[in-house]
């Protein structure tokens, strides 16, 4: 008895023992926190993804002074390179409804997110319509004014800037973003002219660098007058557009703006598929790549991906969506179909469909997106229109990507 008695005193000893350096560790570990230095806090820090760090932020007025710091931005950006999940986290979709908000779709988490973009780059839905990104700002062009201007927002760090204005431009047709993040600034290219009727088209750069706007060319005005307003992509040194120009009896063409001599060329490519739909030209990986419908008697058949070869100007087919999931999408051929891509993923979205399908290009599969509740749950007596109006755009969020 006297053994048994002894050992339970020894082990209540000890629980008593532990539990005392677990309290003292616990104060420890929080006075430690606490007092934690910044340069340590900042490489705590630098390894989080851009929301967690967006949302540490909020926390005290310490955290918000350490991670808005510039040495943080640059620690930050330098931990970005080295770390390969954290571009992979960072690419999301945002899809921007007319005047209801805008939702973010994170492929890493597969989760759909309600962001309050337009309050955090003090902007008016009602007067902005989102008309290109990248890195990690977004472009905005402004309607229902006299004079168009464009405005560049980054949502993360609550950056906004309106650009100066246009040299000639008035009438947009064409536009297009670039971000380099070697040197952390960007260019925006816009294609238009002076009036709604006029003999030709002229095509301007900013450049962030420089703060200035730069003439680039004049063109024919039948050869850069679209029907809508056209959203040029960057790749490989080239901002490349899929248009149809009014006056065309071709159909779509392909146009290329070479940065370094100044000019608008035509590819001269025809499109892979006379029974092509609602293409899209996407860039993923350093490739060009062309996305669309195939529709035969007015029943879609296929839907398809397919990449340039840019020294032989032919396409090659290198994904085909599988039958079960064109059935099960039920986009009726009259209707649009929306494609856009973000690194190594392209996104498909019918033209009044809540729900998308994604394919990844690395992996060579395909998957239904979640569905986006985020506006599901917003009915308006205009519900049937407000779907027609879902703009799917690319976006990177960056710490240090400067208005």
């Known amino acids: 008895m006297d053994v048994s008695f002894t050992q339970v005193e020894a082990s209540t000893s000890k629980r008593s023992n532990t539990s005392s350096i677990r309290s003292s560790n616990s104060i420890t570990a929080t006075y430690n926190w606490e007092k934690l230095p910044d340069e340590l806090t900042e490489k705590v820090f630098s390894h989080l993804s851009v929301l967690a760090i967006s949302e540490s932020r909020c926390v005290c007025k310490k955290w918000h002074r350490i991670l808005s710091s510039p040495t943080f931005l640059k620690l930050w950006a330098r931990s970005r390179k080295t770390i390969i999940s954290h571009r992979e986290e960072e690419s999301w979709f945002l899809v921007y409804k007319n005047c209801h908000g805008v939702a973010s779709f994170s492929p890493n988490s597969s989760k759909w997110r309600s962001i309050p973009l337009f309050a955090r780059c003090c902007l008016d839905p009602k007067n902005v319509n989102l008309v290109a990104s990248s890195g990690g700002l977004l472009c905005f062009r402004t309607r229902n004014t006299e004079q168009t201007n464009l405005v560049i927002c980054n949502p993360v760090t609550n950056q906004t800037k309106t650009l ?4 000639q431009i008035r009438y947009i047709d064409i536009v297009g973003m670039v971000f380099h993040r070697s040197s952390n600034a960007y260019q925006i290219l816009v294609t238009g002219a002076i009036e709604s009727v006029a003999p030709y088209s002229i095509t301007e750069v900013y450049d962030s ?22 959203h040029a992509i960057w790749c490989n040194g080239s901002f490349y557009c899929l248009t149809m120009p009014i006056s065309s009896t071709r159909g779509f063409r392909i146009l290329v703006h070479d940065m ?4 608008w060329c035509d590819l001269g490519v025809e499109m892979p598929s006379k ?12 490739k060009l790549l062309l996305a669309g419908k195939i529709v035969v008697n007015r ?8 990449e340039l070869d840019l020294c032989t100007r032919k396409w090659k087919e290198i994904a085909s969506m599988p039958s079960l999931l064109i059935r099960s999408i039920n986009v009726p051929h009259f209707l649009g179909m929306r494609c856009y891509s973000n690194s190594n993923l392209v996104c498909f979205s019918g033209h009044r469909s809540w729900q998308s399908v994604m394919y990844d290009l690395s992996r060579k599969t395909w998957q239904w997106m979640p569905e986006n509740k985020v506006f599901r749950g917003s009915k308006t007596p205009n519900d049937v229109r407000d779907r027609n109006n879902l703009i799917g755009i690319a976006f990177e969020p960056d710490l240090v990507a400067n208005v």
């Open 260 to 263: 370094v001599q100044r000019k």
């Open 299 to 306: 029943s879609m058949k296929n839907v398809c991906i397919w």
């Open 164 to 167: 100066p204005s246009m040299l």
């Open 275 to 286: 029974d092509l739909r609602c293409p899209s030209l996407l860039s993923c990986l350093g």
């Open 209 to 230: 660098a420089t703060g200035c706007w730069d003439h680039h060319c004049s063109s024919e005005q039948e050869f850069l007058q679209f029907w809508c307003e056209v």
